[in-house]
């Protein structure tokens, strides 16, 4: 930390006076605007720092669609905190850009945490959510009904056709704008995390898993072709907004009456419960070939690479792991529990609560996003093309082009650190 | 004037020293750590060593080639046409990712023309950066001049003596004083397509025939969008400079084309204009670089699309530099976008130079 | 404003006044917009974008926006960091810039017409292309503050202000100006045997009213709207300007009434100070009429 941190934290420390023993831990968060969120997180906070006596940890919120940047310029001027908090696809470039270390927890700190909500990179634990999001197609049960829908299970979900029908039957209707809404919107790392489910559920990925060297054939083969025609074919026939869409609407479309049906991710649910009550469905993605995905990892927190106290900032870690904690953020904002038995007792997702549907969704058909450093490069790339796709660009161009980005930057990056 | 006065080197370095000084330090410094950059492989993030690839990194980016392709034949050696009578061709992926043409490898078309049965296509490495150039250029040509004459004649009219002009001043400037940031979100609901307010306007004034147009989500009306409205932010600044300037003209002079009988247009021509001579060539060098820089509006509102329509040279230098963490590619887009806007003012500056 | 032109026939007149209206609304209405919005609750907002509601005080008006905008963010301390930055910078750039002008165009000295030209080029490099290679450079330089040598000049205000003070476009808004001040009062003054200092403070300074308006004007609104460079150079809050704080507001569900009701709040500030500033650029411009 920067001497003036320091030198500020010594001089409040001394005027605390008994509180002069205490090391001082500076934490970054992506929460800033956000009230909700912060009330709970200053909570935890102020629970750690009356618990002991080693540790004061001081938290420093950003806003979130700036949060990236802040990272990467702090660390590039060796100014990192000791704490971060991270999104867990990113986590992986940070970690092998040596932002972060390891952590240190007890081997059973991490018992009944989903796959998903534990960072793993090189053999090694960097990060861990108390959280994990999942996306999911909502709609009304009185839509489905009025056009003779079929609801879905996890079971038994929409196949393409299926999908297609229920689309073109609300949208030769004429009473909605567009029958489905992906939110294409939201720019950014919903692209990715949102629409490369749809690819992997053709049978395409984002890179070749097996190695991490090369997207091709993963990218432009056969699969994600015919993935392309389809999505570009979403857009054709207008039966979603496309890239101009209005954020507003993105955001309250649904609710309006606009929208039939929304791809949307489970933090945005309490608005819609709210709205609509008991007639809310919560469905499974589409099958499109190759069994439903939907896409996993959400923010975690690490230990930055350049502490001076790692002990304790892996203390602070592990004491957020509690139950009750996790809990706090799931009743607060709407989000999925990172374990099972937290769930049990949280207000939504404990058995039979409204969106327990997203703890099976995320158990069933989750997929993390491509496990690399490589991925911050990768997303912006799969960003452009389905954004290109989705406004009429070839399909198989702009993939080949897609491909070849990510090739280039992958051999740029000398692999990335993967072996083999 | 400073020719005919005694020389003082101490002073006059002393005079412009402290600011030579920061510019050299927090302008020309960086400038030139950005110009070793775009030599090397540097990544904003990376354990990975960093080494010297001299022009490598140019290479990627100018790269160009004209490939022809012959139309596709039946059995018979006709040519294969569609049902609209045009002539297929195999697809240029079929050359560029082909291991029979390894000079084309990794290159795409950035436009093709016909030539007799073949087709001509020009393939780039880096269709992306041609076309941010393209754009960047497009909107320069038609930005500068608009935005100078226009800030012109807003000058001229509220130059007039009328009670209240004060006001108007007050009000045409207010764009400028609003953050461009600030101004590209409010154009978003005035741009949008299903219910924006400039389609509501149109169709209002044109008693319903107006159909809607999605302003910035079409590619062809993307750019022209954000030109405007780059336009209506701006003006008003450059308004407030032809203002400076054409209050520095002597009112004895107007008096005099005034006494002479001069007509409005003959006292603009003779009077006016002589006397904007400076004025006009700091509003066309401050335009033309504003113009270039162009960023904000782009990150704001469109991201570079739809189809690549907005992309500009800044917007993909920092694309590049930061969000796909290619350091070394955004710094050589800096440094030839240097290059090419210094070419610029030259002409600039040669074309508009005092002639002796 | 007493004195009206000679052509005052009432009718002329008038279509003059109209021009001057239509032109005025074509500025005016996003201004407008953004106001009225800030007092709308955003449903209510969102739905009158597609009218010309969006312009009007209708509907139901309340200052929630405001108090909520407040809650959410500490706008008072973000509006006060970016007043205290652009203030001094202002001030310093002035001084510093025109002095360096003032060099360039009346002394003569070796080396003249290439630190010139250097300083001219410098305003062809958009700042987001040297971002990175500055925030390493600054992220190293050293200070000397009250508790000593310091290395870093991160998170601070000086690394807001220092590396903006001095840029190529205003020197050069000075030099075009002085060049058209007339030779003869600097000649006089120094046949006069005044010094360096004393033409630049009591001859050249009181002449430039309207160029130093201009570029108050021009780098008030740069230092004001500042975004990339404190992003990257602050990290924490009680440092951070008006436009970083804007990301704030964008959370899931933006609250457009409390985006409105914060851009409206921050824009005050540079309403007024351009306010008072063309009363110092008219009573200026008054005061230097016997030039040309």
Known sequence: ?420 | MASRLTTSNRAGWGFALPGFGLIALFIILPFFFAFALSLTNQRLVSPNPTEYVGLQNYGDLLGLAVIELEPERLDDGSIDRDADGNARYPRVRSITRSDDFPQYSGMREWFRWQSGDNARVVIASDVVFMKALVNTLTFVAVVAPVQAALALVLALLINQKLRGINVFRTIYFMPVVVSIVVVSLLWRFIYDGNDGLLNNLLAGLTFGAFEGRDWLGDPSTALGAIMAMSIWQAVGFHMVIWLAGLQTISPTLYEAAEIEGAGRWQTFRYVTWPGLRNTAVLILIVITMQAFALFAQIDVMTNGGPLDSTQTLVFQAVERGYGRQDISGGATISVILFVLVLTISLIQRWLTREKA | MAMVSADNRPLRLAARYAVLLLVATIFVFPLLFMVMSSFKPTQQMLADTASLRAFLPVGDLSLDNYRDAFARAPVALFVFNSVLVTGLTVLLSLAICSLAAFSFVYMNWRGRGLLLSIVLATLIIPFETIAIPLLLIVSKLPWVGLDGLQIGWLNSYRVQIIPWIADGLTIFLFVQYFKDLPGELIEAARAEGATWGQIYRRVVMPLSGPVLATAAILKFLIMYNQYLWPLIVVQQESYRPVMVGLGYFFQLNVAWGEVMAYLTLITVPVLAFYLVLQRAFIASIASTGVKG
Do not use: C
């Open chain 1, 1 to 420: 930390m920067t001497r003036h941190l320091l030198t500020t934290g010594a001089a409040l420390a001394l005027m605390a006076g008994t509180a002069a023993a205490q090391t001082e831990l500076s934490m970054w968060y992506h929460g800033a605007g956000n009230e909700a969120e912060s009330a709970v997180l200053n909570a935890i906070v102020d629970d750690f720092n009356a618990s002991q006596e080693a540790w004061k940890v001081v938290i420093e919120s950003f806003p979130q669609n700036s949060y990236n940047d802040s990272v990467v310029a702090a660390a590039l001027a060796g100014n990192l905190p000791d704490i971060i908090d991270v999104d867990g696809p990113v986590m992986p470039n940070w970690a092998w850009s040596g932002y972060l270390q390891p952590l240190e927890l007890d081997e059973s700190a991490l018992d009944g945490f989903l796959p998903s909500t534990i960072g793993r990179w090189d053999g090694e634990v960097y990060s861990v959510g108390l959280w994990e999001a999942a996306v999911a197609m909502v709609t009304r049960r009185s839509t489905l009904q009025k056009y003779d829908i079929r609801v879905p299970s996890l079971d038994e979900p929409w196949s393409r056709d299926e999908l297609d029908a229920a689309l073109t039957a609300i949208k030769e209707s004429g009473d909605f704008e567009y029958p489905l809404d992906v939110g294409m919107a939201w720019t950014g790392e919903w692209y990715p995390y949102a629409f490369s489910p749809f690819l992997q559920s053709f049978g395409g990925d984002i890179v070749d898993r097996s190695t991490y060297q090369s997207a091709e054939g993963a990218l432009n083969g056969d699969a994600a072709i015919a993935f392309g025609e389809w999505w570009q074919s979403l857009f054709d026939r207008e039966l979603t907004p496309g890239t101009s869409q209005d954020p507003a609407d993105r955001d309250s479309g649904l609710i309006e009456g606009k929208y039939a049906i929304q791809w949307n991710g489970n933090w945005a649910a309490t608005g819609i419960i709210d709205a609509f009550g008991d007639d809310v469905l919560f469905l499974p993605a589409p099958d499109l070939g190759e069994g439903p995905v939907i896409g996993a990892g959400s923010w975690q927190f690490g230990v930055s690479a350049t502490s001076d106290d790692p002990d304790g900032a892996n203390a602070f870690i592990a004491f957020m792991l509690q139950d009750e904690y996790l809990r706090a953020f799931s009743d607060a904002i709407g989000l999925i529990p990172s374990t099972a038995s937290a769930a049990e007792g949280s207000k939504y997702y404990s058995e039979g609560g409204q969106m327990a549907v997203f703890y099976d969704l995320s158990a069933e058909q989750s997929l993390v996003r491509p496990v690399t450093p490589g991925y911050v490069v990768m997303a912006k790339v799969f960003e452009k093309a389905l954004a290109d796709i989705a406004n009429g660009a070839d399909v198989a161009d702009t993939l080949d082009a897609a491909v070849d980005e990510i090739d280039s930057d992958i051999e740029a990056n000398s692999g990335y650190g993967h072996d083999g």
